[in-house]
């Protein structure tokens, strides 16, 4: 069965910092990219950072660049995503994702977490 499972989510003022973490199972996650995407209210879901399966192809969103650090531990089957500086445009549900090739199309990704919110405050 195909778990993945974002946490670390909460409220934070403007230019504080939070560390989402994804942990997924039941597929072959060593050989997966893993991405992470977001979802404002009443916006599309639009994508933030991904990371290939040996952690070497890494790309980001403009938006994020510079501030957000996304890595992962395949021993461990987790993916992480290091948010720094944030601001209140940030603000949204983050997805973590699963799929073959770290590109940054949401239709690239076959499992998807559940999401966990992400609040900022000026």
């Known amino acids: 069965q195909v778990q993945v499972m974002e946490s670390g989510g909460g409220s934070v003022q403007a230019g504080g910092s939070l560390r989402l973490s994804c942990v997924a199972s039941?597929?072959?996650?060593?050989?997966?990219?893993m991405g992470w995407f977001r979802q404002a209210t009443g916006k599309e879901r639009e994508f933030v950072a991904t990371?290939?399966?040996?952690?070497?192809?890494?790309y980001y969103a403009d938006s994020v660049k510079g501030r957000f650090t996304i890595s992962r531990d395949n021993a461990e089957g987790t993916v992480s995503l290091q948010m720094n500086s944030l601001k209140p445009d940030d603000t949204a549900v983050y997805y973590c994702?699963?799929?073959?090739?770290?590109?940054?199309?949401?239709?690239?990704?076959?499992?998807w977490g559940q999401g966990t919110q992400v609040t900022v405050s000026s």
């Open positions: 039941g597929f072959s996650f060593r050989t997966n990219a």
């Open positions: 990371i290939g399966w040996s952690g070497i192809a890494i």
């Open positions: 994702a699963a799929g073959p090739l770290p590109k940054r199309l949401p239709a690239n990704y076959k499992y």
